[in-house]
């Protein structure tokens, strides 16, 4: 279906688990080569097995890394780079949740760990990767946002701020190196039952309550591969003419 995807290299954060790894799956299945980088270890082991029997060993690149951690980024994707002499598209994936919480009663742990993942984090890899993708001269980065990118009641506080700020880089590196042949895309899912849907240990009940009331207007839940068949679209030639459109997710749920 896209075969202009066979033998290019796809670096994909937080590509150990959910839809990262459905991600890595569908780009495996056009024949592309794949590295993951994510902070969970064991997670990558599993998931190298499973991509190396069924893609063969080559096509697999797997690499520890925290993508808040300016060292662990760089090496990455140096090393990343190297293996396959080349890099052409970049899914800044990798992101956590908050509790919910609304504005009154956000902590600022939880704060500062939500932004350092969702943006500091997808601006260090954007940054180090940018660096190569001007060497290149082309490149498609496609952003992990969320429906509370663009909406502002569905999510906890820090959560839909951080997202706001993924939608705001979209654009900024969409518009700022549109010349470069380097395109910037996002996706705004709404709920993809993963890992992270789970990871809200103890919900805050006003802000989950606020954030849930318009719950039954949304048709469905999606599936990681809903989402991993529009990152393969937007990084494959297909797209070539989107940049910086944020395409919600959600099976119409923000369109009412
Ligand atoms: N699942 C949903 O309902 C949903 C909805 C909208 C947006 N999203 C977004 O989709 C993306 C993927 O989420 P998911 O649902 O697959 O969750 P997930 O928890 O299954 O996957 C997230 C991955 O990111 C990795 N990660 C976390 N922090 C990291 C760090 N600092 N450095 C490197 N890797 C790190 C985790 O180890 C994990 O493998 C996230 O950005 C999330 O915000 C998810």
């Known amino acids: 279906m896209y075969p202009d995807l066979e033998g290019k290299v796809v670096f994909i954060t937080g590509g150990a688990n959910g839809i990262g790894k459905a991600i890595g799956e569908a780009y495996g299945q056009a024949k592309a080569n794949i590295v993951l980088a994510d902070i969970n270890e ?17 096509m697999i690149q797997t690499l520890p890394m925290n993508s808040t951690v300016e060292n662990d980024v ?11 002499g080349g890099i052409d598209i970049l899914i800044n994936n990798a992101g956590v949740m908050d509790n919910m919480e609304a504005a009154d009663r956000v902590p600022d742990d939880t704060w500062e760990h939500v932004f350092n993942v969702n943006v500091t984090g997808t601006m260090r890899v954007t940054r180090k990767m940018l660096e190569l ?3 290149q001269q082309q490149g498609v980065i496609v952003n992990m946002a969320s429906i509370t990118g663009l909406t502002g009641g569905r999510g906890g506080l820090a959560y839909t701020a951080s997202k706001h700020a993924v939608v705001g880089m979209t ?4 518009a700022h190196y ?21 990871s809200g240990k103890t919900p805050d009940t006003y802000g989950m309550k606020a954030a849930t009331k318009g719950l039954n ?6 599936t990681s591969e ?9 990084g494959s030639e297909h797209a070539s003419f989107l940049n910086g459109a944020v395409i919600p997710a959600d099976g119409g749920w923000s369109a009412y």
């Open 42 to 58: 064991q997670a990558l082991q599993k998931t190298q097995e499973a991509f190396a029997q069924t893609y063969g060993p080559s």
């Open 74 to 84: 760089q090496h990455a994707i140096t090393n990343a780079y190297k293996h396959f």
């Open 133 to 135: 993708f001007q060497q």
């Open 171 to 174: 654009k900024n590196i969409a």
């Open 178 to 198: 549109a010349d470069q042949h380097i395109r910037a895309n996002a996706i705004a899912p709404s709920q993809v039952p993963t890992a992270i849907t789970q």
């Open 217 to 222: 207007l949304m048709p469905r839940a999606g």
């Open 226 to 234: 809903e989402i991993a068949h529009i990152a393969l679209f937007l």
